[in-house]
């Protein structure tokens, strides 16, 4: 296959090098994107008299039937081909002769290549943000299935507090909303159109550049051509969003797994998402979390070898940049299918709030609870503090529980001790009383659930 820039040079290089060159093994991901973007420059270029208008209408209707081809599976993207943009390219002049030879007028290589990754990135954002809803939704529909479900609280990965399992679950919900809200920020500054830009300083040719940033979908140009083809901050804000949501992934991937171990034993894991072992047969391994969390590791190799590769490149274009593309798909790639397994993993687990009420009744996590009855009769809170540590040390020796320990006890402690006090440990009540903004009530956490269903009814 003729090379697009054969001319100067002869277009022979050595197969080594022609395969180390080319790009066409990932890129031609963007086929589709290539191809629109070839259309609206087209009909640019018609439009505007730059090539006569009948011959592009016949540019267009031949990329229209090459897409159609690809997508239909008649027509075979080879190899042959250095990358995506020449392989189109060559089978349009193939079909309709040297009217194809027209649509690379007023543009470059740089800016065609910039165009096809944004329009590519920007689909493919788009639907993540979708399953980032997703996640969120099944999130919500969890937590509202067993919004009573008690559970202990846990800081250092120590029991702390009686919280319900709802407000836990929710909180990475509001992680999911920050991520919501990057990705959307992304797409945002992601939005101008490098097409126009040419190799680096724009053309002679009398385009209208803000033409095809709407017909491609762009809130406009690129105010600045050089920074049009050389820019790649869109891709690294992104696999920057990408890789915050996928430790947010990992994350709750990380409390699956130990959740679902017989140790905890708070959820049941599907079938669906779990795999036995080859000589252990009463394994139920929670691989699809395990992969969850291991996956975080890939998407953040991708994001910082994009930000190696890029920074110390002088300006334009430089060959190096090709390199942006395998990490980039990769990060994109990896994310969507997490948030689907992730989506249906939380869709279909099962809680197993009994056993979260019992581990809740171990631990003295209601010893905060203690304090406060102790401080709302009018003790300092330090000594208040004090006290309850003291009780708990007592409880330890003892082998017993703050519910369980008699009143006479109390008083040895503190006369202020009522009747009243049992009341105010009980782990529902310690639940209930935290009113406070943002709390683990189940008022609060009913108010949580509404604010997120209303943010995803919104879009």
Not at 107 to 116: I, K, M, P
Request: charged residues 30%; contains cysteine.
């Amino acid at each position: 296959m003729e090379k697009i820039w054969q001319g100067h040079l002869s277009g022979k290089i050595s197969k080594a090098a022609e395969s180390f060159n080319a790009s066409i093994s990932f890129d031609k991901k963007m086929y589709k994107e290539d191809i629109e973007g070839s259309m609206a420059h087209a009909e640019m270029l018609g439009k505007y008299g730059i090539i006569e208008e009948e011959k592009a209408e016949k540019i267009i209707s031949a990329l229209s039937l090459i897409l159609s081809d690809i997508e239909e599976g008649k027509l075979e993207i080879t190899d042959e081909a250095e990358d995506i943009h020449s392989f189109v390219e060559s089978v349009l002049i193939e079909r309709i002769g040297d009217d194809g030879k027209m649509l690379h007028t007023a543009r470059s290589r740089n800016d065609q290549v910039a165009l096809d990754t944004k329009l590519y990135t920007r689909k493919k954002l788009e639907s993540i943000l979708s399953l980032t809803k997703g996640l969120m939704k099944a999130i919500c529909e969890k937590s509202k299935e067993y919004e009573d479900a008690v559970m202990p609280g846990y800081t250092h990965l120590q029991r702390a507090q009686p919280i319900l399992f709802s407000h836990h679950l929710l909180s990475y919900a509001f992680m999911l909303e920050r991520d919501k809200g990057r990705i959307e920020d992304a797409i945002k500054r992601l939005n101008q159109c490098p097409l126009g830009s040419a190799a680096l300083a724009g053309t002679t040719y009398p385009i209208d550049r803000a033409y095809t940033a709407e017909k491609l979908g762009f809130t406009g140009p690129n105010r600045n051509s050089i920074d049009g083809v050389s820019d790649r901050d869109y891709a690294l804000e992104a696999m920057s969003a990408l890789s915050i949501e996928a430790m947010h992934l990992s994350r709750l991937s990380e409390e699956i797994v130990l959740w679902s171990s017989w140790e905890y034993k708070f959820i049941r894991l599907s079938d669906n998402y779990t795999t036995g072992s080859s000589i252990m047969p009463q394994k139920r391994n929670p691989d699809i979390a395990e992969l969850l969390r291991g996956k975080t590791g890939r998407v953040y190799g991708d994001m910082i070898s994009l930000f190696v590769t890029m920074k110390g490149l002088p300006l334009a274009y430089d060959k190096d940049m090709q390199e942006d593309k395998e990490p980039l798909f990769d990060s994109l790639d990896t994310l969507e299918a997490s948030l689907v397994c992730a989506t249906e993993m939380v869709k279909e687990m099962t809680v197993l709030k009994d056993n979260m009420m019992r581990a809740a009744e171990e631990g003295f996590i209601n010893a905060t609870d203690l304090a406060d009855y102790l401080t709302k009769k009018g003790t300092p809170f330090r000594t208040s503090y004090r006290i309850s540590g003291e009780i708990v040390s007592w409880c330890e020796k003892n082998n017993t529980v703050l519910s369980e320990v008699p009143l006479s006890k109390y008083k040895e402690f503190s006369p202020l001790f009522e009747d009243d006090l049992y009341i105010a440990i009980d782990l529902k009540v310690c639940v209930d009383k935290r009113v406070s903004f943002g709390g683990t009530a189940k008022e609060s956490v009913e108010e949580q659930i509404n604010y997120l269903t209303s943010i995803l009814e919104e879009n």
